[in-house]
T-cell receptor, first 113, second 117 residues
Framework: DQQVKQNSPSLSVQEGRISILNCDYT??????FLWYKKYPAEGPTFLIS?????DKNEDGRFTVFLNKSAKHLSLHIVPSQPGDSAVYFC????????????FGKGTKLTVNP | GAVVSQHPSRVICKSGTSVKIECRSL??????MFWYRQFPKQSLMLMAT?????????EQGVEKDKFLINHASLTLSTLTVTSAHPEDSSFYIC?????????????FGAGSRLTVL
């Protein structure tokens, strides 16, 4: 039973355009959401997070939107850069912290020059 | 920033042998570390929570006698896959929380690719 779903295994965008990565969840008890970025042969690195008390969090080119009623969150990257090409994982947990994170399968983003 | 080192990055072993994977926090102390496993095209799945000085907490469906976890110090946790079989071939990755980096951020190691022949 996949509690965190990333339905798009891959996404390709042009440099300078917006990248939108989507994530859906089924567990209404989740109250904290994170995005991690993973390059080949490296571990995931934390990118941005959002608490369920907010609907938007922004950090530079990265913005995460949370729609609790739809149980949906999205990561916007604008403008996209070739160095953003990586696998992006959506994760969630129920304790307001990072313990026992539940991950999605990831979306491979390719930003073309 | 916080760094977690994982070793070995790749290991190939024969069926029936045991393999040990080390996870070290290099510049911070971690009372808790987490071990994940990822099969191809699947999510990172939490296997167990490693607690310094006490027994690990295993997720449902994970055999504690097969996946031995030892967290003997504040900077080292080890995962031993005992009597490995081909179905144990997977990507194993550890993570730790650096309290100084923020309570909600996990730092991950680079992972260990295990192939059991």
């Amino acid at each position: 039973d996949q509690q965190v779903k990333q339905n798009s295994p891959s996404l390709s965008v042009q440099e300078g355009r917006i990248s939108i990565l989507n994530c859906d969840y089924t567990n209404s008890m989740f109250d904290y959401f994170l995005w991690y970025k993973k390059y080949p042969a490296e571990g995931p690195t934390f990118l941005i997070s959002i608490s369920s008390i907010k609907d938007k969090n922004e950090d530079g080119r990265f913005t995460v939107f949370l729609n609790k009623s739809a149980k949906h969150l999205s990561l916007h990257i604008v403008p996209s850069q070739p160095g953003d090409s990586a696998v992006y994982f959506c994760a969630a947990n129920t304790q307001g912290g990072s313990e026992k994170l539940v991950f999605g399968k990831g979306t491979k983003l390719t930003v073309n020059p | 920033g916080a760094v977690v080192s994982q070793h070995p990055s790749r290991v190939i072993c024969k069926s029936g042998t045991s393999v040990k994977i080390e996870c070290r926090s290099l510049d911070f102390q971690a009372t808790t570390m987490f071990w994940y496993r990822q099969f191809p095209k699947q999510s990172l799945m939490l296997m167990a929570t490693s607690n310094e000085g006490s027994k690990a907490t295993y997720e449902q469906g994970v055999e504690k006698d097969k996946f031995l976890i030892n967290h003997a110090s504040l900077t080292l946790s080890t995962l031993t896959v005992t009597s490995a079989h081909p179905e144990d071939s997977s990507f194993y990755i550890c993570s730790a929380r650096d309290a100084g980096a923020g309570a909600n951020v996990l730092t991950f190691g680079a992972g260990s690719r295990l192939t059991v022949l």
